[in-house]
């Protein structure tokens, strides 16, 4: 290798089958992102405003996913999976990355939710707006920024996830990650080196966004912090 | 006068704790109607009923002669000020007060019109484009008040709201809310555990203990004429002596003196009673014909001023608390020294037999 060059990026996107992986990850990442914060913001509005009997388990059980090592939850997923009768494919592996980003997100959401208070919603009310008024026109905008950083926090984790895709995905195509894992055993290649700069910059960038949105809101606490604490420990 | 709210024998429970028991009060029309009392009572828990955010275990709710326990807020002719504003951070100050207009579908330019008005009579005009987490408190304060002003409500409801601010810019706050309350001629019932700030600003007070009204009337009346020793004691400053019916306006107190004192109606010989005297009532040697007087010792004597206070033993345990006026006759630096004796005295008018 001599001087600075584009070519192992060139060669990387020439390569049939790791471009397929490149878009099946972005295809997992996106649908991961949409399903999970959808999913993810409506059950910490459920934890945090019900007053069920069930939210205190629930809130519990919410956390599990958080604390189990990934090659725990892989293995577990292959198993549903495998007993279900479910065929591995992407779609397995994005089941399996929905099911991990809820509480991600749960974590993210319910932090901001817990500081914003009923009494916006209620002024909301008040004013007459109905219940779905007040979640539609108060309740969503202040959660917004949150709920944009839960999203993109769960897309950089399903982008470059390995253990669980790992488990969790067929033959056809590979998400990226598992492809250059294959990739490597037969030796390391300037192309897989270009690969892991250009899913660093997708990662970087994912998680960089979601840290500057709440900040470009104007707002203080997003519950980012809360997250890569739960990230880190 | 036509009646704003009726209120007959609400009750309110969460599981086994009754938060509210037994309210029963009509609020007129026009009325700066206060609910006062100390923390705990069921004052905001009153007003969210009337907000329709709870819902009576028991009783009628009645707005304008309609009754309304059973119908949401977003349909009842209320509107509140929450006593942490609860801006909607998202929104500008302008449309913050739109909100309750685009609700109910009212035409844009009213809309414009109407929010500029309101934010006019809060003196907030130049403000419209701000972002509410630029405004100091007393803004965001004006700015919840325009935003349910100008839904033309029939009553406004007002939870604390000043119980945020520092001590100039509530006085301040209190004024200009009286004036605009008279301005607008909007029924308003205001919870205050502040019995200054009640008494100030109220047509009428309520006062509740235990969620319980123990006495409603105008400030004048539940100032001077208190209905049960809580009120007395709470509203103002109030000397409370122990004391036993010794016979025709005759009470002999607790510390061994026998002093006149208006008896309520059927008092009967040996009964427990007790007095009630303001401070600023008593005065310290110095009387006027058929004063009742007692002797006493200055236990404490705290310069405030305008005025000074003096606490006077009864002996036996009792004391009674003074407010003496400066004066250009007497100054109080060589009064009353701790340990002096002293002659203290209040006319039988200004002393309250409380059973
Ligand atoms: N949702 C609720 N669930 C259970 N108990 C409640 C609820 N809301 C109020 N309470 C109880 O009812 C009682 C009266 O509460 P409320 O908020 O009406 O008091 P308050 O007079 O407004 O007091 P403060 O001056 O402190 O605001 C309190 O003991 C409170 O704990
Ligand atoms: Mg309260």
Redesign the interface.
Known sequence: MDGLSLQWYQEFFNDSALRDSLFASLEIATVTMIVGTILGTMLAIGLVRSRAKWSPGANILMLVPLVVPEIVAGISALLIFSQVGLTLSIWTVVLAHITFSISYVTVVVRARLASMGTETEEAAMDLGATRWGSVRLVLLPGLWPAIVAAGLLTFALSFDDFVLSFFTTGEDVQPLPVRIWSAIRFGPSPTINAIGTLMMVVSISAIGLALLIPRLFGRRESGVKVLTAAEGG | MSEAIRLEDVSKSFGEYEAVKDVSLTIEKGEFFSLLGPSGCGKTTTLRML???EIPTEGRILLEGEPVEDV???ERN???V?Q?Y?????LDVADNVA??LK??KVAKDEIRKRVEESLELVSLADRAKS?T?ELSGGEKQRVALA??LV?EPAVLLLDEPLGALDLKLRRQMQVELKQIQREVGITFVYVTHDQEEALAMSDRIAVMSDGEVVQCGVPEEVYEHPAEAFVAGFIGVSNLMEGIVQGKDKVKLASGQSVKAPLPEGCDKGEKVQLSVRPEKITLDDFERGMVTLEGTVAERVYQGVNTQVTISLGDGASVVALEQQTYRASADDRWEPGAKVKLGWHPDHCLVLR
């Open positions: 907000a329709g955010f949401p807020p977003y209320v509107n509140m929450f942490s609860a801006l909607f951070e998202h909100f309750g609700r109910k972002h987490n935003r349910a839904n």
